[in-house]
């Protein structure tokens, strides 16, 4: 889930069509976690083929980024490596939560309490093998660049975006901007209205940007504070202190400059903290990605997830879609061409 700085961290909402043109490169990982929770039957069951496979992930794949191509965006996918030995804590907490989170659903699911099962259900979600595998699957078989991390997927896409490489970053985690990310896109892939896991509530999903600069200048600190308040506050890698927030983590590192001098001023500590932030300040990449969109094999998809029970007139339709909005997109960058030209 990473860091949690909603509340402290102003974004800017955009429509969509902004993005036009713009090489966006998304947490892989999150995106389909995203689509695992999201795209269930009422009951909260995941869609399933006869074989019972999940394809939730695949459905959202498939539509999500044909649309996403529609708007002109030029996508590439940055999966997870190994995770860091610090991280394991954190993975290992989640897994619990996700065994309770199945157990509630299969209660609700018994009772007929079909709200509290969906509910529950989005809280279930599990990145398999096969889920990972598949992904990737149908995106190379979509053209899709896919770039392989050494370790964190943000890591590798906030270093991307350092180097102009791509124009923004796509995740729900800010720790895009721990990461050094320029330029952090969310709710790329699930705007509309949508029920917030969890609650009995749904709000409209709007597409945000946040410029890393101005969001430091806003809030007074350096990258390299933030990193610190957040560390204080509990990462993917440390549990933080507890009672302190975004906003009190963010006010003692502003007041006291360091986490040094703040765990001082009230006392704390917080063993490999060193590591920590240097995982953030300076995390694992790799020179070795592609970003060239590759050729679409339109056999090979529709081979792949009619094996999925996939209709192949629907699979077909986003594939079309697809194709009309790359013949699009590459008569605007002629004409563009051409204009700058004369």
């Not at 039957?41 to 539509?63: A, E, I, M, W």
């Amino acid at each position: 889930m990473g860091v949690n700085l909603s509340g402290v961290i102003q974004c800017r909402e955009v429509d969509l069509s902004f993005l036009s043109g713009k090489k966006v490169t998304i947490d892989a990982y999150n995106t389909i976690y995203q689509f695992l929770s999201i795209i269930r039957q009422p009951d909260g069951f995941p869609l399933c083929d006869s074989k019972n496979r999940v394809t939730s992930h695949l459905s959202g794949l498939l539509y999500r980024t044909a649309n996403l191509i529609e708007y002109g965006i030029e996508p590439s996918f940055v999966f997870d490596g190994i995770p860091h030995e610090l991280k394991y804590t954190t993975l290992e907490r989640r897994r619990s939560r996700r065994d309770d989170a199945e157990k509630e659903w299969e209660r609700a699911i018994r009772e007929g309490d079909i709200k509290k099962a969906f509910s529950k259900a989005q809280q279930t979600s599990r990145m398999t093998n096969e889920i990972r595998d598949s992904s990737m699957e149908l995106l190379e078989l979509m053209g899709m660049p896919l770039v392989k991390a050494p370790s964190d997927g943000e890591a590798q896409a906030a270093y991307m975006c350092a180097k102009e490489d791509v124009w923004a970053s796509a995740s729900q985690d800010y720790d895009s901007i721990l990461f050094g990310a320029p330029r952090l896109v969310r709710n790329m892939t699930i705007t509309g209205r949508r029920k917030m896991p969890g609650r009995d509530e749904y709000r409209t999903v709007r597409t945000e940007i946040i410029e890393s600069e101005e969001a430091l200048q806003q809030i007074g600190l350096t990258r390299e504070q933030l990193v610190d308040a957040c560390i204080m506050m509990g990462t993917d890698f440390n549990p933080g202190i507890s009672g302190i927030g975004p906003k009190r983590g963010i006010k003692l590192i502003r007041d006291h400059g360091s986490l040094e001098a703040a765990l001082r001023h009230i006392g704390e500590e917080i063993s490999e903290y060193e590591e920590i932030r240097e995982i953030f300040l300076n995390g694992e990449y790799t020179e070795g990605y592609d970003l060239a969109p590759g050729n679409m094999d339109r056999e090979g998809i529709i081979e792949m997830l009619s094996g999925y029970d996939f209709t192949e007139g629907r699979v077909t339709s986003a594939l079309d879609k697809i194709d009309c909005a790359r013949a699009a997109n590459r008569a605007k960058r002629q004409q563009r061409s051409l204009d700058t030209w004369f």
